[in-house]
Structures are given as structure tokens and as C-alpha cells.
């Protein structure tokens, strides 16, 4: 087994760079995890980083140095994409395994260079497409097992965040979806076609994708930052089912069309049934299955191929109307 934690200890040294919205969030997951023991936190910004390390009861620091001098297993980096590989190189050098928060970087050689330089030094990586651990996405996987996929629609809008800045739509939104195109479905997609717009100068703020798998799903993304209210929703058509999830509700459910008595003469008439969605949250989730295999040697859940491939995909949509891979 590669990286620090190749002796195994009760619990992990971990930390934390980049005191923002999401910084904060891993912050305070790590403080609750009983495997973990976060010893500090890290943000070029002193009121930042020192407001969440006393919210945290942990040492804070404005120099990424002063954190990694702390001994670390693993560190989260939830910094802006535009810094991604040269924290995640840093941390590499010093052989702290990493927890990077999506997208790997603003491009796929960006992603290429942090792997290799974490492949070189025996330090394990995980990009945290945090959508896989959503329970909701568990149970429609689970419910889709013995299903063949037709389509699959993802619409992911709301108001635009202030704190992105250096990425549109596509980087910060859309990667989360067509990465569960490709989790939910097992399949490549194979060709795309992209309507990007601006409405309010800078990057993109609104996306219609729409793909095809190699194995003939179609699949359709719309986000954008224009929608006064979030919509996070994933409707699957299926050979025989219709289901649909609601990712903020944390609900999924099943449409069934009943045949034989049950159907009205001359009308389709449709069952609709709850599926179990269990209560858990969803970074909590990942940040534990991160520390598992950290400890145990498997496999990350998110293997570097699939963040290289989602990025690949975004890049694409982002550069050509139309597209397709071999």
C-alpha cells in the first residue's frame, strides 16, 4: 500500500486548505469523524482561515508550508481550481495523500501533471465528485441494476454562487453530472452536442448537453447560474420503469405501467412508488470512504481515469458545438 498510512493508526492526521464554503464543510466532517483527527486548517486569507480554525478548535495557518509541517496522513484542498495543482503538487511533495475537490484542475494536462507527480511520490489522490455518495444517486443505481438505461436527463440550475469565480457552468456544474452519467449508466459517452451561453459577461452561466453512450443511452445536462431557485434532479427512462430523484429532497421514486385489469381501456395508467433513500450526508460519506481506503489499499471510488474523463468531456463541450470520441 502506497502513501503515509501504510502503518495504520487509529486515527489519521488530517487537514484542511482553503477556509471557504466547501473548506469548511470538510473541516467540520473531519472533526466529527471518529477515524480522523484534523490538526489544522490552511487559507491565504487570515480571517478566513482563523475563523474556521476556532470554529474547529484547531491551529489555523495562511502558509500552506506551516500546515504540512503538522505531520499530515491526508488533507482535503477545496481552493479555487485555478490553485489546484500547485497545492495538490506541494502536498505530493511532502507525501500527504489528497482529497481534491472537483475538478481536478481547469484542464485535463493540469490533471495529468497533479497524478503524476502523486504517482511519483507513492501518495494515493481522490477527486471528490461528491454526487456518487448522494444516497439518492445510491438508490437509483441500485434500482437500475437489472435495468437497461434509455435516457437519462440532469438539470442542475439556481442562482450563481459569489464564490466562483475562475470557472463557468460547465467546469463546476456540469462535471458533477457527467460523471453520474458515466457512474449510473457504466458506459462511455461516446458524442456530444453543446449550447453555451453568457448572460452576464465572464464565464459560461447557462449549458445544454446533450450525449450519447457508446451503448446508445441518450443523456441531456442543463445547468446554469440564472435560476432564482436550485433545481438538483435526475429523471431515468428505462426499458421498463420511469424513476426519478431529487438530490436536495433526498427522494426517489418509481413509476411502473400497469397492464392487464389494473389499466383504464384505451389509457396507459402509471403506478408510483417511494424507494428507500437512507439518511446520510453526502460528503460525510465520502470522506469516510476516502479514509477506508487510505487504510485498507483499495481502490478509490473515484479513480483518476474518471476525473481525467469527466474533465475530458467538459473541455470538450466547452471548446466544439459538436463532438465525438473514438
Known amino acids: 500500500m502506497s502513501g503515509k498510512t501504510s502503518g495504520m493508526k487509529d486515527r489519521l492526521r488530517v487537514g484542511v486548505v482553503g477556509a471557504g464554503v466547501m473548506g469548511g464543510h470538510h473541516a467540520r466532517v473531519y472533526a466529527e ?132 469565480r475562475d470557472v463557468g457552468v460547465v467546469v463546476d456544474l456540469a462535471t458533477h453530472d457527467i460523471d453520474l452519467l458515466r457512474f449510473l449508466t457504466g458506459d462511455e459517452i461516446a458524442k456530444g452536442f453543446s449550447l453555451i451561453s453568457n448572460h452576464n459577461g465572464g464565464h459560461e452561466d447557462q449549458a445544454l448537453l446533450s450525449f450519447r453512450t457508446t451503448r446508445g443511452v441518450s443523456c441531456h445536462i442543463n445547468v446554469n447560474w440564472i435560476t432564482p431557485f436550485k433545481v438538483r434532479r435526475i429523471r431515468v427512462a428505462t426499458t421498463a420503469h420511469f424513476l426519478e430523484g431529487d438530490l436536495m429532497a433526498r427522494t426517489v421514486f418509481v413509476y ?25 450526508e453526502p460528503l460525510r460519506r465520502e470522506i469516510a470512504e476516502f479514509l477506508r481506503c487510505l487504510r485498507t489499499g483499495e481502490e478509490m471510488p473515484v479513480s483518476e481515469e474518471d476525473a481525467c474523463r469527466s474533465l475530458e468531456i467538459a473541455v470538450a463541450c466547452l471548446e466544439n458545438e459538436t463532438f465525438s470520441f473514438s
Open 256 to 280: 411502473r405501467l400497469e397492464d392487464g385489469e389494473d389499466a383504464p381501456r384505451g389509457e396507459m395508467a402509471w403506478s408510483k412508488e417511494s424507494l428507500v433513500v437512507v439518511e446520510e
Open 33 to 164: 469523524l471518529p477515524q480522523a483527527e484534523l490538526v489544522g486548517v490552511c487559507d491565504t486569507d487570515p480571517e478566513r482561515a482563523g475563523a474556521l480554525g476556532a470554529r474547529c478548535g484547531v491551529p489555523h495557518y495562511t502558509a500552506l508550508e506551516g500546515l504540512l509541517e503538522r505531520g499530515l496522513d491526508a488533507v482535503s484542498v477545496a481552493v479555487p481550481t485555478s490553485e489546484h495543482r500547485r497545492v495538490a503538487e506541494a502536498c505530493a511533495e511532502r507525501g500527504v495523500n489528497i482529497l481534491l475537490e472537483k475538478p481536478a484542475a481547469g484542464t485535463v494536462e493540469e490533471a495529468m501533471a497533479i497524478f503524476r507527480a502523486c504517482r511519483s511520490k507513492g501518495v494515493r489522490i481522490m477527486v471528490g465528485y461528491v454526487e456518487r455518495f448522494n444516497p439518492v444517486v445510491a438508490s437509483l443505481k441500485q434500482a437500475l441494476r437489472d435495468e437497461r438505461p434509455l435516457s437519462i436527463e440532469i438539470t442542475r440550475v439556481g442562482p450563481r454562487p459569489p464564490r466562483i
